[in-house]
């Protein structure tokens, strides 16, 4: 019986001095697993400003937003205020960057399909937007300077 377990302790052992020789041998004691992850190309974000509205022609054109009432908890409050400050959000850029993805000119783009409806950005973008007319009184190029401050890569 004692032999047994002086087996298991050496065995126990020489496992584990394989697996710290093998852990210092792949680079300052990560594992291989956390190595192959660091090989993963990094995401970046884009440093631009996205697409919005300059134009007071296209401002007057605008096409109209899908109905409020489709959607339901804060993607009916986004929809709403779409509603009412359709001018304010398409001369504001819309941070998910789906100019790029969508062809979308503005943020009020985004309210003329269902894509808010699942995006969060789009979303905060409005809220955010609605409160700074609303309840600070700023004008949409004011808007335009926090949104690209708030959404913005920092």
Not at 16 to 42: C, D, E, F
Not at 107 to 125: G, K, N, P, Q, V
Request: with cysteine; aromatic share 6%.
């Amino acid at each position: 019986m004692n032999r047994k377990k002086i087996l298991i302790v050496a065995l126990v052992a020489v496992v584990t001095t394989i697996t710290v020789a093998l852990l210092i041998g792949n680079g300052k004691g990560k594992s291989s697993l956390s190595n192959k992850n660091s090989m993963r190309p990094q995401r970046t974000l884009p440093t631009r400003v996205p697409a919005y509205v300059t134009d007071g022609k296209a401002l007057a054109s605008l096409a109209p937003t899908l109905p409020p009432e489709r959607f339901f908890g804060r993607a009916r409050e986004a929809y709403q205020i779409a509603r009412e400050i359709p001018e304010t959000l398409a001369q504001l850029p819309c941070y998910c960057y789906c100019d790029e993805g969508f062809g979308h000119k503005s943020l009020h783009t985004c309210y003329e399909s269902e894509h808010s409806a699942t995006c969060s950005t789009c979303i905060m973008e409005a809220l955010v937007a609605y409160r700074l007319q609303k309840q600070e009184g700023l004008t949409p190029a004011q808007i335009r300077d926090r949104i690209i401050q708030e959404f913005g890569p920092k």
